[in-house]
């Protein structure tokens, strides 16, 4: 894994622990130790890197930035716990450990869950977070619609739905731009805001999240296609036993990676107008499209 | 019902349909009609009508206070979505229909709850709700707070756990105050903040929102030991079917009754600062105790 990667995803960990304290011994105890069990000891952490990385690139130190991105992780992670449920995905493994309701149960999960978008919220409107309200709402507004049936949770009902073994390419195309796409764009917006971005500057990270976003899933369908379970943390050949449209069945696995390389190259040419700056992001791109997990 | 809590109850109706509106044919579209079938048509309004009336206490029409009691309509009613799940209390009915998993699914119900818990956020963030940016993050961690592990979350947690058959009357009182207190008293708070109250004001009507959330919570235990399941809109008897401690499986139904006239009069007294203006949200207390629904 990048270097980087690894870096932020050490100082997301040290602030989601602080953020998400154990209270007084008892029933809501039990429930924050799940809570810290969805969320600690792993992931690549990516969404949250995307946001640091963004504001550094706008000169805000990640020390800065820091909360919204531990506010975008918990967000992502309760979406994992609900997607993971017996009703949803019914998914028993996940960054290699058992899924919260398998290690818990399954009414711990909901809350879990629940507990973790509600708090998303409370850390963003936290006057800690930056000290302009105005902008603090946008990020509460960002994350709400990227959150919102406009981004993931329509995106997982597309998933959940009838319809989906029989999308077309463009239909799985829309279905993950909701799906991950828009949470992994709000990553790279958010950033650009805390950073006080000029309108171009937001569209050029957007556009740069967009194209990463898709070309993530599309690698993330490879790898259930192909790759290793423990390197990936959770059971691979999922998609094709739930018989379900992806990029790889409609396109492939060649043409798929070559999409995904075109994507790639997308996403780092929407960075060039921030020349050397803006390296690190590229280079990030690049792991998405080589990455192993 | 009060007339003035049914016709408050039209005007957040009628902002909820606003604020929730389809989206084109597809699954997106199934899970916002599943939405409003949660939201819409039924409850009795009680904490928005509270935000609407303690804003107006300080002189702010309900026009420029609707928004935020939509939201805090949308976070209640998610919690009665996720409180029914199997998983949970495994409830089949609610406010007269079958509950949301009854009528569409489990992943819909949980999708929903999410749905509705997401977007209370994106509406007060929103500048249609209030133009002061720094109120509106007051009004996103209020309810952030009250909706989240220190708050409802918490109480749900409580009342799941092994614990909760052997609450004495002080550990029912602490639950209740997690579960149902905190919403309660952020709605008279989010309603004093809407009016720019004094600190002294919102310490106000925050120990009448504290009283009346209490003996609202009493005699919804009264209503399940005593009540008429046509007119609750839910069944009754649950409580002692799951061998629940209660106010009334503690007290006895007669010091339940009188427990509930106390706060009653503590919450008006409350009050007592405001004289005559107050006159409604006492009213207000007076049907709460009395209340058959």
Aim: proline letters at 4%; charged letters at 25%; one cysteine or more.
């Amino acid at each position: 894994m990048l270097d980087a990667l690894r870096h932020d995803a050490a100082l997301v960990e040290a602030e989601l622990d602080r953020l998400l304290p154990l209270p007084a011994p008892g029933p809501r105890r039990r429930l924050q130790e799940a809570v810290r069990y969805a969320v600690l000891g792993g992931g690549k952490r990516l969404r949250p890197f995307l946001l640091l990385q963004t504001a550094r690139l706008f000169g805000v130190p990640p020390a800065r930035a820091l909360r919204a991105a531990a506010a975008i992780e918990m967000l992502h992670c309760y979406s994992l716990v609900h997607d993971d449920l017996p009703a949803m995905d019914d998914s028993s493994l996940r960054r290699g450990k058992p899924t919260v309701h398998r290690a818990f149960d399954e009414a711990t999960a909901i809350l879990v869950g629940d507990a973790l978008l509600t708090h998303a919220f409370a850390v963003l409107a936290d006057p800690q977070t930056h000290p302009d309200a105005e902008l603090r709402c946008q990020l509460v507004a960002g994350l709400a619609g990227a959150g919102g049936i406009g981004g993931m949770i329509g995106g997982q009902a597309i998933d959940l739905a009838d319809e989906r073994k029989e999308l077309d390419l463009e239909g799985i195309q829309e279905l993950q731009s909701f799906k991950t796409g828009a949470l992994i764009v709000e990553a790279c917006r958010a950033g650009a805001r805390l950073g006080e971005a000029s309108q171009e500057e937001i569209e050029a990270v957007e556009e740069f999240g967009s194209a990463l976003g898709l070309a993530f899933q599309i690698v993330d369908d490879l790898l259930d296609a192909e790759g290793d379970p423990t390197a990936v943390g959770k059971p691979v050949g999922q998609d094709a036993a739930a018989d379900k449209a992806t990029f790889v069945g409609r396109l492939g696995t060649e043409a798929a990676r070559e999409r995904a390389a075109a994507l790639i190259e997308a996403a780092k040419e929407a960075l060039a107008t921030f020349g050397g700056r803006a390296a690190l992001l590229q280079r990030t791109a690049d792991f998405v499209l080589t990455r192993q997990v």
